[in-house]
């Protein structure tokens, strides 16, 4: 039950689109099609932004997108506005019903 | 609309015990998967429990297998955690969340608010 690695932090410019990383290994990230994403705002809960790699629950922006290569998943936020700066969390399924999360980004909008 | 209300957490020594529950409202309780994921102080997210639907399958982190307890009253919407020999290393705001599926601890689509659990002596 390792931790999925990702950068400690990521920063863009209004309008620009980044991109932040997620790496585990084959029996995480690798072996399944469940990655998920989180954004978390300062003193509040998470809120779940992408499921099983690419899936949007309903309100979430069209403007968050997620897309996985091997054992490497990505969040990537195009047209970056100000209220994106948040922590970001991937966690992915690893077996036996055992989700892994990531050490989380922190999305800095200049 | 969906809530989750946690409740029960507090100081307390290590080696001592607590349980925190979580009510939930909004939703077919008995449908989804649930779990509890707790955030150290300026940490990361880390998923300790999570319960199926109506089979209540359980399911912990190997950080708290032994000595955490997950369970579910469906005819009370309630999910609980029974948390024994407390460490220092399990103070945290510990969140109910739920699953968008039945079975599996995964795709948290709704949480609580929190309720944080500080071990000290």
């Known amino acids: 039950q390792s931790a999925l690695t990702q950068p400690p932090s990521a920063s863009g410019s209004p309008g620009q689109s980044v991109t932040i990383s997620c790496t585990g290994t084959?029996?995480?990230?690798?072996?399944?099609?469940?990655v998920s994403w989180y954004q978390q705002r300062p003193g509040k809960a998470p809120k779940l932004m992408i499921y099983?790699?690419?899936k949007r629950p309903s309100g979430v922006p069209d403007r968050f997108s997620g897309s996985k290569s091997g054992n490497t998943a990505s969040l990537t936020v195009s047209g970056l506005q100000a209220e994106d700066e948040a922590d970001y969390y991937c966690?992915?399924?690893?077996?036996?019903?055992?989700?892994?999360f990531g050490g989380g980004t922190k999305l800095t909008v200049l | 609309e969906v809530q989750l209300l946690e409740s029960g957490g507090g100081l307390v020594q290590p080696g001592g015990s607590l349980r925190l529950s979580c009510a939930a409202s909004?939703?077919?309780?008995?449908?989804?998967?649930m779990s509890w994921v707790r955030q150290a102080p300026g940490r990361g997210l880390e998923w300790v429990s999570g319960?199926?639907?109506?089979?209540?399958?359980?399911y912990y982190a190997d950080s708290v297998k032994g000595r955490f307890t997950i369970s579910r009253d469906n005819s009370k919407n309630t999910l609980d955690l029974q948390m024994n020999s407390l460490r220092a290393e399990d103070t945290a705001v510990y969140y109910c969340?739920?699953?968008?599926?039945?079975?599996?601890?995964?795709?948290?689509?709704?949480w609580g608010r929190g309720t944080l659990v500080t071990v000290s002596s």
């Open positions: 319960i199926s639907g109506s089979i209540g399958s359980t």
């Open positions: 099983e790699v690419t």
């Open positions: 966690s992915s399924y690893a077996g036996t019903n055992i989700p892994v």
């Open positions: 084959s029996s995480d990230v690798g072996g399944y099609n469940y």
């Open positions: 969340a739920k699953s968008l599926q039945r079975v599996a601890a995964r795709d948290f689509d709704y």
């Open positions: 909004g939703f077919t309780f008995r449908d989804y998967a």
